[in-house]
């Protein structure tokens, strides 16, 4: 099993930033991608970034390009997701979400994911 706890969400203004972190404890020994998911009540889960552990390669939701950046730190199983620019539509509650292996599915597809945090709710007020 792997236990994924996020942390570093809060209450910000308009334009301002946060650091969201992720981290993964347990059989970590196979962490194929990590990836951010936000939900909103009445929403879809809805994909925000994406990075592959071995490569770093990076995938990012369209609305979120450019002001945010996922990135990993292997030794310590954890992933962080800073968020700049954040607007009032960016209000969520932001899971991690960690992929074992490969499968015929996308990195934004949740299914392809099969440990799931708790989440950490970001508010930002405008």
């Known amino acids: 099993q792997v236990q994924l706890v996020e942390s570093g969400g809060g209450l910000v203004q308009a334009g301002g930033s946060l650091r969201l972190s992720c981290a993964a404890s347990?059989?970590?020994?196979?962490?194929?991608?990590m990836g951010w998911f936000r939900h909103t009540p009445g929403k879809e889960r809805e994909f925000v970034a994406a990075?592959?552990?071995?490569?770093?390669?990076?995938y990012y939701a369209d609305d979120v390009k450019g002001r945010f950046t996922i990135s990993r730190d292997k030794a310590k199983n954890t992933v962080y997701l800073q968020m700049n620019s954040l607007k009032a539509g960016d209000t969520a509650v932001y899971s991690c979400a960690l992929a074992t292996r490969s499968k015929v599915m996308s990195t934004r597809d949740g299914a392809l994911y099969d440990y799931w945090g708790q989440g950490t709710q970001v508010t930002v007020s405008s």
């Open positions: 990075i592959s552990w071995s490569g770093g390669n990076t």
């Open positions: 347990g059989r970590t020994f196979s962490i194929y991608v």
